[in-house]
């Protein structure tokens, strides 16, 4: 019961951060692929737990993946863009 009750929150919360992570880019007129990569990858490594947890499947592959897209993740942040006046958020 616990369990469902985590991942159910864990989902939840997921898309929610996607929806607002998509309302704050558009909203502050940020486009392209490349400023969105880092997020992208850390939304990934959410979903690799979160999936390892649902199916039972915690193990040396979702680790695997879960250190790949950290590293990526903070490898993509040099194409975030500079926060200026005009475009905080």
């Excluded at 880019?25 to 990934?44: N, Y």
């Excluded at 690799?48 to 979702?62: E, H, K, P, Y």
């Excluded at 993509?76 to 500079?82: Q, V």
């Amino acid at each position: 019961m616990v369990p469902t009750l985590i991942n159910i929150t864990i989902l939840v919360c997921l898309l929610f951060s996607i929806y607002y992570f998509l309302l704050k880019r558009k909203k502050a007129g940020v486009t392209g692929f490349k400023s969105a990569l880092s997020s992208i990858c850390f939304f990934l490594i959410a979903s690799t737990n979160l999936a390892a947890g649902i199916f039972n499947l915690l193990g040396v592959i979702s680790w695997t993946l879960t250190i790949v897209f950290l590293l990526l993740g903070g490898y993509f942040t040099k194409y975030l863009p500079a926060k200026t006046e005009a475009n905080a958020y």
